[in-house]
């Protein structure tokens, strides 16, 4: 069990996309400097749950809090500045800047984001398109920018939305050297993602979401003995 403060807990959370409801109660924690996955079949809510922490889906009750504060009535353009970066699936670039253009347009927004020279050494494919357009980037380069333009703002929690989608299996397993990088500055992860082999080897602890609910949540260690379980909720 992590010792460390919550940086994010949630509690009771529920959402609407208009008249349908689609989180039912949501409670989550994720401590400092760790890993997290949330796992389930397409369509059960994960995406959703991180589009409400992050405060994209406004019709929402319970309880998010990021290092203590109550997040739930920030406004949108506001929650970037408590240390939240959220890359998602779609990954959001300017396909008509350059790579470098796009690394430098985010405001920083705290202390100890990174360089471009840390991140062009955490991300050398695009050092070497630095000059390139957005439209020329690959899925996998596009997914890389999206990611370390987060980084440059100095958030200390950041939401990723199936980062590995679509991509090539080298690019899958540079993403999770990334990740784990990360986790050894000090970052706090929110992971969204299909690909559980992927997941399985990135994340300290997991949660699986069912029809909007948490419905089982267990650490690294006690993967081994809930995967026959695991494949029959994943539909694996």
């Known amino acids: 069990m992590n010792d460390s403060p919550a940086l994010l807990s949630v509690r009771e959370l529920n959402a609407w996309y208009g008249e349908s409801h689609a989180l039912h109660g949501i409670d989550l924690d994720v401590h400092e400097g760790e890993t997290v996955t949330l796992l389930g079949r ?8 991180l589009r409400a922490i992050v405060g994209i889906i406004r019709k929402r009750s319970g309880s998010i809090r990021v290092d203590g504060k109550d997040m739930l009535r ?5 929650t970037a500045r408590h240390g939240i970066g959220y890359v998602p699936e ?12 796009n690394l430098t347009l985010p405001p920083i927004v705290a202390k100890g984001g990174m360089s471009l020279k840390e991140i062009y050494r955490l991300f050398p494919n695009l050092e070497e398109r630095r000059s390139s357009p957005g439209t020329k980037l690959s899925g996998g380069e596009q997914q890389m920018l999206a990611m370390a ?13 199936e980062p590995t989608e ?6 899958v397993q540079r ?7 990360l986790k050894q500055r000090g970052m706090t992860i929110l992971l969204v993602e299909q690909n559980f082999r992927f997941a399985s080897r990135v994340a300290d602890r997991f949660y699986v979401v069912d029809h909007g609910k948490i419905a ?13 379980r695991l494949n029959e909720a994943l539909g694996v």
């Open 90 to 101: 779609e990954r959001g670039i300017f396909s008509s800047l350059t790579v470098e253009e």
């Open 42 to 49: 397409n369509g059960v809510g994960k995406t959703t749950a």
């Open 74 to 78: 920030v406004p949108l353009h506001r």
């Open 216 to 228: 089982d949540s267990f650490s690294a260690a006690e993967l081994p003995g809930r995967m026959s």
């Open 175 to 181: 993403i999770g050297e990334v990740l784990v990088t």
């Open 149 to 161: 333009r987060i980084l440059r703002t100095g958030a200390r929690l950041l939401l990723l939305d």
């Open 166 to 171: 679509g991509l090539a299996p080298v690019i």
